[in-house]
């Protein structure tokens, strides 16, 4: 018989009446006087429930040289009494441990590949949604239903949209830089003339009317403010009933915003007077074309489409092979540039809706704003996460010029006459000058301050931006 503690003979042997288990008995004794329990299966147990059992006595002789020190026998017995106790405690915690351990890592391994197959189902869903084709909407104008996907545009669109090519393109090159329009100098000297509350919390986009008087500011509680520069206060409000506001521009003195739900809706004052639908999910972007009124919008649903602003109709809705993440129309409105999650940037022929180029990035993050030049020739691009605005040549179908401007940035703007450049980001307002008689860059003015949003005002003569936190900060020469 062995004791099932110490694992030795038991001089004085007893059976436990609940787990039938042989112990030493001052060890079973000391055990059930600190903890109350067998040791083996942990139930209740007391030392009436210990059965004494009878063995042949083995005596032991007693060393002569320790019948001297009885205290330092005693002393070492019930040390190691104390050892045989906590070393069959720690092998009892040890198993609970390895038992608890397996189950945490077999149900870490079931939650992993249940992961694994949502996110395949995802992926799938998502390529099954770029191939898909929509079913018509309604239209907010005059309710009645038309199909648009995939078709080209009716033929007094595309005139009206050669007649604008014709007209800028012919006097584009011809055209000098007003008289009164900001000079390095002007620019060198700007300061922050106006620095307003957070009117517009969560917003992260800046539109400016033609009169650069109104900012258009989007915000996080499904609304969209107007913004007076010269009153410096908020003029209105547009509601626009559920979801957040991710785009918006001036369609004249109308204001035009992209929401979440994928509506693009038309406010004339503050109310609502149209409401355009046909993106799978989010609307994230808007734009005018040079005309003055077609309109196109891109989704996260890989797809773009153009609206007749004078019928309040959608004309066309074509899906590319890539996310979509920005988009800008040529000045001569020829071209619409589509920025991807990718890095690429695809040039669509407007009139055809055809893929006639793209530009491939060494950057993989997705391409967060474009901006033409008013010369149109160059177009400046900047991708998430990254310093550098790069700039590309049209003519030449290639990259012309990277400039790092060693900070983060989140938009970019040319003003009318092509030779100013700003850019913004998280803690960064910065312009760049190229100088065309000696065909050099410089950088006439850089502010350390936060922006997520920027435009050029009226002349040149100020750069308006939007911070963080939804205020609007104008830069301008001091009077």
């Given at each position: ?13 007893v ?41 042949p ?37 040890l ?5 608890e ?14 992961i ?19 079913a ?52 060198q ?48 409000t ?58 196109a ?20 809705q ?19 540039a ?80 092509g ?61």
């Open positions: 018989m062995l004791c099932a503690i110490s694992g030795e003979a038991p001089q004085q042997p059976a436990s009446r609940k787990s039938g288990n042989v112990y030493e008995k001052r060890l079973i004794e000391q055990y059930i006087k600190e903890n109350g329990t067998d040791p083996v299966n942990g139930e209740e147990l007391t030392t009436d429930d210990l059965l004494d059992l009878q063995q006595r083995v005596v032991r002789p007693r060393p002569p040289t320790q019948t001297s020190i009885p205290a330092l026998l005693a002393t070492f017995q019930n040390e190691w009494d104390a050892v045989i106790l906590e070393t069959y405690q720690l092998r009892q915690q198993s609970e441990t390895r038992q351990l397996s189950t945490a890592l077999y149900y870490n391994d079931a939650a992993e590949k249940v694994v197959r949502l996110q395949k189902e995802r992926d799938a869903a998502r390529d099954a949604l770029s191939r898909v084709t929509i018509p909407a309604t239209n907010g104008a005059n309710g009645e239903a038309m199909q648009v996907d995939g078709q080209p545009l009716p033929e007094a669109v595309v005139e009206r949209i050669e007649q604008t090519q014709q007209r800028l393109s012919s006097t584009r090159r011809k055209r000098p830089v007003p008289e009164d329009w900001a000079t390095p100098e002007t620019v000297g700007f300061e922050e003339t106006l620095a307003g509350e957070a009117v517009a919390p969560g917003g992260h986009f800046l539109a400016m009317d033609d009169t650069s008087d109104l900012v258009l500011l989007g915000s996080a509680d499904s609304s969209a403010i107007v913004f007076s520069l010269s009153e410096n206060k908020v003029t209105h547009l509601q626009c009933g559920g979801g957040s506001v991710l785009d918006g521009l001036w369609w004249g003195n109308r204001a035009v915003v992209a929401l979440s739900t994928g509506a693009v809706k038309v406010f004339e004052g503050e109310h609502e007077i149209a409401t355009l639908s046909k993106h799978a999910g989010a609307a994230t972007t808007v734009r005018l074309h040079p005309c003055g009124d077609v309109l919008s891109i989704g996260v649903d890989r797809s773009f489409v153009l609206y007749d602003l004078q019928t309040l109709t959608p004309l066309t074509q899906y590319t092979d890539k996310d979509l993440s920005s988009a800008a129309f040529h000045p001569d409105g020829h071209l619409l589509l920025g991807t999650s990718s890095g690429d940037i695809k040039l669509f022929d407007v009139k055809t809706l055809e893929n006639i180029h793209t530009f491939s990035s060494s950057v993989s993050a997705p391409v967060t704003a474009l901006s033409f030049s008013e010369n149109g020739t160059w177009l400046a691009t900047i991708s998430e996460g990254q310093s550098t605005v790069t700039i590309w040549d049209l003519r030449k179908t290639a990259q012309l010029k990277a400039i790092d401007l060693g900070v983060p940035l989140t938009s970019v703007s040319w003003d009318y006459t030779q100013f450049l700003a850019a913004c980001g998280p803690s960064c307002v910065a312009v760049q000058h190229y100088a065309k008689s000696s065909k050099a860059w410089s950088e006439p003015f850089r502010k350390a301050t936060t922006a997520q949003d920027l435009g050029w005002g009226a002349n040149g003569q100020k750069l308006v931006t939007v911070s963080g936190d939804g205020s609007v900060v104008v830069f301008s020469a001091a009077s």
